[in-house]
């Protein structure tokens, strides 16, 4: 069985408040396969954004073993958290985060100019994630002529831009209505059954992460249970 | 690519951008003006020493090219110095500084035409009384006269007897005798030019002058002409320095706060910038680009401030204030307002490259 694209083993994350030590995870495991859609649910303060920041390499561990993408972020340090987020992951945020002052296409060109990739032409199979994104044509649009939805495709567009092994995404529908929410939600399911990008998607929404393969909730900064979707295969294909 | 970045930051926030290009313009102009002012005044020297049409310039011991001791010399050392070898003409004249950089030039009038060729009237006419003088066109300009006017020089009236053009020796000119008698210097003169058969003998001349009369002053005019620089204005080094020195602080103090407020207002995008792999030197170098924009439009405002600068000068004190454009001190004052704004971005680009992503996206 290969290895999971994400292997975290007894984490723990102690954040200083003052003088007093805030304990944001307590012995975390984890194992994600590569291909997988997980959703990470969990009430404010369980420790899933916590989770979140340190598999994206936001944030150090305190102790523990995490290793993402082969690379093991309890050894590096803020430079070989930087070269993960270059070249590992892609974030996905509630608030979209474009930058305001660039069109869509920059925003894309952008993240692939960081990444060191060429950024004149976007590539035949990232044209077609425009169009399965729906954005192909708002693309010389600034964030402030768009929708919410349309936002937050661009931003999945411009996570996936560099190729990313895992798409991160943090409460990715948080700020977008019901219609756009469920579009959203279906476009990963789609990025994931299609191109087998894997995704972890925290959020508190448990309609939401019925659309992963995998369910895993937190609480007090462990993981309390991993469950299957009940309804994963009636959600129906999607586009 | 980070040209787009910077450019659209740069274009985001015009009146911040707008602010900072005119104070980092102001330094610059500030040096271009001083510089053209002297470079200026010493073009305008050099082109009034040589309309004298003379070929050696004599004068008192410890006498300098720029500086005058007013009646130094005694007027008979004119017929003496017509004897020498090769002098064809000798012309006394009394210099009487009158305010900045400004002087009025006491001649024989009869001496001083033979030797420059004469004066070109563009009003009026040559001295007729006593209390005759004549002015350039640029001065006339400068206080408003024509001829026939009165203008008060040295706590008295003169009459404005005509109006020369401009480019032989000083911009006003009064009768040798009538200055004489002003300042106290009856017999006395500030300094002599002397004409020669051939101006090639100049510097045999000079040298044996030189062997002759140890200790005056004694310069060939194409040698005087040489030396007149910034540096034989007493002080006027130091004072560009200052200026310099002025201009690199107050670029670095704007840069500095434009740039600060530029990373405290952008502290979201520096964490989305992050967040997707932006490596510190890449971060550093979005803020020293745009520092780098802000110095660069800065140097080329103060530039074309330099311009306006320079006409309103012309028009306010052509004669006194004369500036000049002086192209080679673009890149220098570019280079110090540039120098300035790199090095006043380098603190604020420090706070965006340790700005901690995950605190930096939580910016609202």
Redesign the interface.
Known sequence: MPDPIIKVRDLWKAYQSGRVSVQALRGVNLDVPLGEFLSIVGPSGSGKSTLF?IV?G??PPTSGEVIVGGRNLSAVGD?GR??????TVG?V?QKF??????TAR?NI???L???GQA?DVFEKDFLDILALLGIAGRLDHKPSEMSGGEQQRVAIA?ALATHPAILLADEPTGNLDTANSLAVLKLLRDLNERLGQTILMITHNNEAAQYADRIVHMRDGVIVETSTPAGRQALGPVV | MIFRLVFENVRHRPIRTMLSVLLIAVPVTLILALIGLSNGFLEDSRKRSAGVGADILFKAPGGSLMTFSTGALPQKIVDLLKTEPHVVQATGTLVQPIGGFDSINGIDLAEFGKMSGGFTYAEGHGFQTPDDVLIDTWYAQQRKVHAGGKINLLNRDWHVAGIVEPGKLAHLFAPLASMQDILGSTGKVSQVFLKLDDPKNADAVVAALKVKYADYGIWSISEMQALISVDSIPLLKNFINVILGIGVIIGFAVVSLSMYMAVLQRTREIGILKSMGATKSFIMSLIMAEAFCLGFGGTIVGILMSYVAKAAMHAVAPASLPQAIVYTWWPIAGGVAMGAALLGAVYPGMMAVRQDPIEALAHE
């Open positions: 920041h994206g936001m944030t430079s930087t070269e993960l987020r270059r070249t974030f945020f985060n474009l930058l305001p002052n660039l920059d060109r952008t993240a100019h960081i990444s950024t411009r």
